[in-house]
C-alpha cells in the first residue's frame, strides 16, 4: 500500500509520523515504523544541508540564528526571532508531495499573517550558488531591521487613515 501510495505520488511520510508520535504502545505502531523506514530522509542529510548553511552563515558575518526553533506552532529550521525572518532548508524527499507541497504554503501564509517572513533554500541550490543565497538573505535581514527600527511605536498616532490603500474604501 505504501509502494503504491508512492507510485501514485501520493504518499506523504509527515502524518504518518505524527500518527505514530500518538501512537504509544499500539501493537501496530512498530510494524508501520518499519514499513515506512526506507522513506525517512537520512538526518546526516539534513543536519549537514543546516550545518553547511549554518557555516555559510557565520563566515559571512551575520548574526547567529536560532535553529528548530518553533514558534507560532511551526518549527522553523533556521530563524532570527528579533528580525522575524526564517529559512526553510528544503529537500524533495520532505517536501516532494502534493500534500506536502499545499502544508508548506499554508504554512507560510500563517507564519506571514504572523509577521514572519520565510524563505525556502534547497539543498542544490545552497550547493550551487551559496554566495547568491548568503547575499539574499544578508539582504532580506537588513530589509526586516529597516523596517522593525522604521516601524512607529504601537501607541503613536497614526499618519495616514485607516484602510486608505484597502478595496472597498
Not at 9 to 27: K, M, N, Q, V, Y
Not at 108 to 132: C, F, H, M, N, S
Not at 140 to 169: D, I, K, M, T, V
Request: proline share 7%; no cysteine; charged share 30%.
Amino acid at each position: 500500500m505504501i509502494e503504491r501510495s508512492e507510485e501514485l505520488r501520493t504518499f506523504d511520510l509527515g502524518p504518518i509520523e505524527a500518527l505514530l508520535a500518538r501512537s504509544g504502545g499500539h501493537r501496530g505502531a512498530k510494524p508501520l515504523s518499519r514499513a515506512v523506514a526506507l522513506y525517512r530522509p537520512a538526518a546526516v542529510s539534513r543536519s549537514g544541508l543546516e550545518r553547511k548553511f549554518l557555516a555559510l552563515v557565520l563566515e559571512s558575518g551575520l548574526p547567529r540564528p536560532s535553529t528548530n526553533y518553533v514558534e507560532h506552532g511551526f518549527e522553523l529550521d533556521v530563524y532570527w526571532p528579533e528580525r522575524r525572518f526564517a529559512v526553510e532548508l528544503d529537500a524533495f524527499e520532505t517536501h516532494g508531495t502534493r500534500e506536502a507541497f499545499e502544508r508548506d504554503r499554508l504554512r507560510q501564509e500563517e507564519l506571514l499573517l504572523a509577521d514572519i517572513q520565510l524563505i525556502r533554500v534547497t539543498g542544490p541550490r545552497l550547493e550551487r550558488e551559496p554566495a547568491r543565497v548568503i547575499e539574499h538573505v544578508t539582504r532580506l535581514l537588513n530589509q526586516r531591521h529597516r523596517r522593525s527600527s522604521a516601524a512607529p511605536s504601537p501607541n503613536a498616532p497614526s499618519s495616514g487613515r485607516r484602510g486608505e490603500n484597502l478595496p472597498g474604501n
